[in-house]
């Protein structure tokens, strides 16, 4: 009984892991126009204000802010933190929250609606590689399904995109937004 649970599991993980595989090569396709995507040279000057002033002014060491501009940073940076410099290995819930409140609180702001579609991509994108690396890590994972490249997106573009949404909302909302820290995040 306990082989078939096994094979059980692990044809469950493999079906998983191929649909997150696709679901990653889609959004790959759909994504390819901001693979060397830069902060605008317009909005450059508004974000090395928002990641070393505003940041340090408004970012606490160790826990969430109490304005909505630098919360929004400091979720990106955490997300973008776990893939580049962990591989996502920690992934969890909690970053799965993080991409779905970014959306949500994205798109309260009329000024980013263009950005909408991408950012959604991008975030679904995220949310995939985490995934794929916690399947990865599960002791059943099949060796030879396993594929580096869909363990994390390392790198800076796709992350780029969404800090370059955060200057476009602090462009029109240059004072703190109060945001209220919810029990529910731990990171």
Known sequence: MAWFSFRKKKSEIELETQKVVQV????????????????????????????????????????????????????????????QANGN?????????????????????????????????ILTKLK??????????ADDFPEPLFEPQYIAYCENALYDYLYEMVCVIYETHTEPIAFEAEDCVYR
């Open 24 to 83: 990653l090569n889609q959004i790959d396709a759909a994504l390819v126009p901001l693979s060397n995507f830069q902060i605008e040279r317009s909005h450059k000057e508004t974000f090395r204000y928002l990641w070393y002033d505003f940041w340090e002014a408004h970012v606490p060491a160790s826990s969430q802010s109490a304005v909505l501009q630098a919360e929004l940073l400091r979720r990106i940076e955490k997300l973008q933190h776990e893939a």
């Open 89 to 121: 290995i920690n992934w969890d819930e909690g970053f799965e929250y993080f991409c779905d409140w970014l959306l949500s609180e994205f798109a309260k702001f009329d000024e980013v609606v263009t950005y909408m579609e991408n950012a959604r991509l």
């Open 128 to 137: 995939n590689h985490g995934t794929y690396a916690k399947l990865t890590w």
